[in-house]
């Protein structure tokens, strides 16, 4: 039922908006990632799959720099966003991180209170000249993050005290705050409840209109339910990338295959 | 695999689980066991503490009485003018107030003889005293003042318990036939043991006057200290920790410099008594025997137990948190400033606190940079207390009281340990509410 879906879904051809091109990365003498190119499309949800290990976190993580935080990690190739090189000695990651925000996978909130949580981006951004415009930025953030109705009446409550997948949807939230491009999502449903997941994909497929959504997944229903585009990644080397139902229905490389069908992985 | 017939493994015994099985009783015998040793190691302990503490109080508690003798002396102006003209003037004064004391007790109905001598080693010299008084006030003279003379050491102890008849031996000091009088004056309520403030706000005295020994001073001198100290190790410590814990790069020189912080930590502190006297006082001529160096040498002696604390707390920050921050486009500073100090502090302040617990009780750097055994000035109508103006340190000043000849000085050690744990605890008390206040924040 799920696969005709998939087949049916038409493909239109919209702008890259991150453009890979013979990306490596090294973590000391481990070869982590291989010779990687990809464009990654805009207003589209783009999943990364594979097995534990393949790459495709480190790879997420080379979107907005955040393996500049690791010393040993090495980093070869060239990383576009809208034709700007991100790895370009003059750009500041920080600029960066404010286009290309970042989802993890665990639910991670400051140990502030929720409003304190979202406005903590803008704030250092300098993206409200009053309270009255955080306060609208807060409201808007809450509320692309589907979450808005649940805490609108504690937002001076801490952003730990909440369940697992509100704390994933405030993190969302946040990460909305700062207007960002497009949106990493680090297996941002490993730790949550099937319900909790429900509304996080639904979130994701919501986000879509706006921003462009990079997702690494581990469960391949979920990429197959909320992306357009998948890559799949196998020990470091994109293995296979494409339209999400013909990867799902026709895969052209034995291995990508195998691993949809669960024979490794 | 030749083997074709198939033995049939028998199945296990079947054992009830409302009784236990041997291994189990074992490893449950061995468990109860270990608690037990765990009870007994926290009863030992407790029993030390408390051994601790009941010497302490029961040694140091005398040391904040002190019997004094109480008498309204009048002076008129004619013995004023006599007793100066006089060649022993102070002699003078001396007759003037066994006068009175004698006229005191026939008063009182008490028929008690005693000569000059035995006044002389109940109370000292008293005339000098009394000359001093009424040379800087010739105001009083005419009019009856209330003296409150401290009783020498010997019939404070013997008022405490520490002296008693028996033991007593005629002496300079002391005879049997002066603990009659003191009896006397004290069924006559002339003396009496009295709340020695002098201990507790006085400056030391000399090792000839136990009675006028008081710890102010040095309390005055430790503050200032562990105000330098704090100023000083905890900016300085938490900024080093953090440069090293989220800044700096991992390599071979920083590896140094950890192994290094590690090593100072253990470093005796009598060798940061010699850093302190070489670089402070004779390369940079800092004030000898001032709270200033004795804080910058405390402050170097504290600062690895601030960086080593320091940095666990921050490595104890889950890195998600960094990530979060970093992720929202925070710079690396705002990271640290705004999310993982905060949630760190409540560790830095324990090692903090730790750390100056530390500084207050050392004496070994102290007795180099010349912080011992020194009468403030200003005594003993008070003493003057400064950054660098030379001062002791409670520790200091215990130390040099218990190596002092009197008997006295010994009990007011013990008192002195008081006052130090009761300052410790303060600080302990202060130090846990901020810390309270900081993780209500978060």
């Known amino acids: 039922m799920d696969d005709q879906r998939i087949i049916e879904r038409t493909t239109v051809m919209k702008d890259i908006k991150i453009a890979a091109t013979n990306v490596n990365v090294f973590y000391g003498d481990t070869h982590a990632i291989k010779d990687v190119s990809v464009g990654i499309e805009d207003k589209a949800v783009t999943a990364f799959i594979g097995p534990s290990g393949c ?63 979202v406005a903590y981006g ?63 999502m680090d297996e941002p449903c490993s730790a949550l409840d099937p319900i909790a997941t429900a509304q996080i994909e639904e979130l994701i497929d919501d986000l879509k209109q706006r921003y462009s959504v990079v997702i690494v997944t581990h469960s391949m229903q979920q990429a197959a339910r909320v992306s357009q585009k998948t890559a799949f990644f196998h020990l470091g080397d994109l293995v296979e990338y494409g339209e999400t139902g013909h990867i799902f229905t026709n895969p052209e490389d034995s291995r990508t295959e195998s691993y949809i069908t669960g024979r490794i992985g | 695999m030749t083997d074709a017939t198939i033995t049939p493994v028998p199945s296990p015994p079947k054992t009830p689980l409302t009784e236990a099985d041997p291994r189990t009783k074992k490893r449950n015998a061995a468990e109860k066991r270990f608690q037990y040793y765990g009870i007994a190691a926290i009863a030992v302990g407790l029993f030390f503490l408390i051994v601790l503490m009941v010497s302490i109080v029961r040694s140091g508690l005398p040391a904040f009485t002190q019997a004094v003798v109480s008498v309204d002396f009048t002076l008129t102006e004619e013995q004023y003018d006599e007793a100066e003209a006089q060649l022993f003037k102070t002699a003078a004064y001396q007759s003037y107030f066994n006068a009175v ?21 109940i109370l000292g010299k008293t005339g000098g005293t009394l000359r001093e008084f009424f040379r800087a006030n010739e105001d009083q003279l005419g009019q009856p003042v209330s003296f409150e003379l401290s009783a020498s050491s010997r019939v404070d102890g013997y008022f405490k318990g520490r002296v008693t008849r028996e033991a007593l031996q005629d002496s300079r000091f002391l005879q049997q036939s002066d603990l009659d009088l003191v009896d006397a004056l004290a069924d006559a309520g002339i003396v009496f043991s009295a709340l020695n403030w002098n201990f507790i706000t006085g400056a030391d005295s000399g090792v000839d006057n136990p009675g006028g020994a008081g710890i102010g001073a040095s309390v005055v001198g430790s503050f200032f ?31 140094l410099i950890e192994v290094n912080i590690s090593n100072l930590a253990a470093v005796p502190s009598i ?28 402050a170097l002696m504290t600062l690895p137990t601030i960086i080593i604390s320091t940095r666990a707390s921050l490595k104890a920050v889950p890195p998600s948190i960094r990530e979060a921050a970093l992720g929202v486009g925070a710079s690396k500073m705002q990271a640290v400033f705004h999310h993982v100090l905060p949630l760190a502090m409540p560790g830095i302040l324990t090692g903090t606190i730790i750390g100056l617990a530390q500084a207050l009780g050392e004496t070994a750097p102290l007795l180099l940079i010349g912080m011992v055994g020194f009468v403030a000035r ?27 000849a009197d008997v006295s000085f010994y009990e007011k050690a013990w008192g002195g340990i008081i006052i130090l744990l009761v300052f410790l605890l303060t600080m302990n008390a202060i130090a846990i509410i901020l810390r309270r206040r900081f993780e209500r924040r978060w």
């Open chain 2, 271 to 298: 060798v940061f008594g010699i850093l302190g006297l070489a670089v402070f006082i004779q390369f940079m001529h800092l004030p000898q025997s001032a709270p200033l160096v004795g804080g910058l040498v405390l």
């Open chain 2, 101 to 121: 004391l004698r006229e005191e007790l026939r008063e009182r109905g008490l028929d008690v003889d005693f000569d000059e001598a035995a006044i002389e080693r």
């Open chain 2, 378 to 404: 200003g005594y003993p109508d008070g003493f003057v207390a400064g950054f660098t103006d030379p001062n002791s340190a409670m520790p200091a000043q215990i130390y040099t009281w218990a190596a002092r």
């Open chain 1, 122 to 184: 803008p704030r250092i951004h300098g993206l409200s000249r009053n309270k009255a415009e955080l306060d609208e930025i807060v409201e808007k953030s809450l509320r692309r993050g589907a979450i808005w109705n649940e805490v609108k009446d504690r937002l001076d409550q801490p952003g730990t005290g909440l369940s697992g997948g509100q704390q994933q949807r405030l993190c969302i939230a946040r990460a909305v705050a700062t207007e960002p491009e497009v949106l990493l």
């Open chain 2, 225 to 255: 200290m562990m105000l330098v100290v704090l100023f000083l190790s905890l900016p300085i410590g938490v900024a080093a920790s953090i440069y090293l814990e989220e800044f700096a790069p991992q390599n071979k020189f920083t590896d």
């Open chain 1, 55 to 117: 790459g495709k976190s480190t790879f997420l993580r080379c979107l907005n720099r955040m393996n500049d935080t690791i010393d040993i990690a090495r980093i070869e190739g060239k990383i576009e966003l809208d034709g700007e090189d991100i790895y370009d000695k003059r750009v500041d990651p920080v600029q960066l991180r404010a286009k290309v925000g970042m989802v993890f996978q665990k639910p991670n909130p400051f140990p502030k209170s929720i409003y304190d949580n």
